[in-house]
């Protein structure tokens, strides 16, 4: 979590997306397969922890586990496994600060200043969202957003919207880009993946 900061500074409500089905993954919970020892969920743990000032873990399954790394966990409040968006409605609706920046628990080795850039970009901008960008490609669950898009988001789902970049054409959105950090967003979707980044020393 974020240390020393004034009283007046902003503060950040973070949540690790990991409630998916993984069926990439085998249909295994992907966020508790372990790299080099250590849960997927761990190492975003590490990384998004420090940049956020409360850190909310979205879960649909093995609840308990997940509570034994120390932080808030929560459920989707739209059945049947609805996508990250639906994780992102759950934390809107639990986080205790005013912005609210998400990242998924398959992205081992995230940028250690994602969360800062983001709300540069967020506060000059004046936009409800901001998303980060790779090599003109959206990565739409690292993103910054302001807690009263909630409205919005209930209305997108409730209308049985999932799309990700179909929500952010509603908002007015700001793209952030990670050009020099392209690699950092690398996300472990299968097997396979997290094999090779094993022994690659990657991170």
């Known amino acids: 979590m974020r240390e020393d900061l004034p009283d007046e500074a902003v503060r950040i409500t973070g949540v690790i997306l990991a409630g998916g089905r993984g069926r990439r993954m085998g249909g295994v919970d992907k966020g508790l397969q372990e790299l080099r020892g250590r849960p997927l969920l761990a190492w975003v743990i590490e990384r998004f922890g420090p940049q956020v000032d409360e850190l909310l873990i979205n879960t649909n399954q093995n609840g308990d586990r997940y509570a034994v790394f120390g932080h808030r966990v929560l459920s989707d409040q739209i059945p049947g496994f609805a996508g990250p968006l639906a994780g992102v409605h759950a ?13 998924p628990c398959d992205a081992p080795f995230l ?5 800062l850039r983001l709300l540069q970009a967020l506060t000059a901008s004046g936009a409800n969202l901001a998303v980060a960008r790779t090599l003109d490609q959206p990565q739409p669950v690292f993103c910054l957003c302001r807690r009263d898009v909630l409205p919005s988001l209930s209305e997108y789902l409730e209308s049985g919207g999932r799309r990700v970049d179909r929500w952010h054409a509603k908002l007015q959105v700001v793209e952030v880009a990670f050009d020099d950090q392209a ?8 097997r396979e993946e997290l094999d090779r980044v094993e022994g690659s020393g990657a991170g």
């Open 91 to 103: 934390a809107l609706m639990a986080a205790t600060h005013s912005l609210l920046a998400t990242a």
């Open 111 to 115: 940028p250690d200043d994602l969360v």
């Open 183 to 190: 690699e950092a967003f690398e996300n472990i979707n299968s």
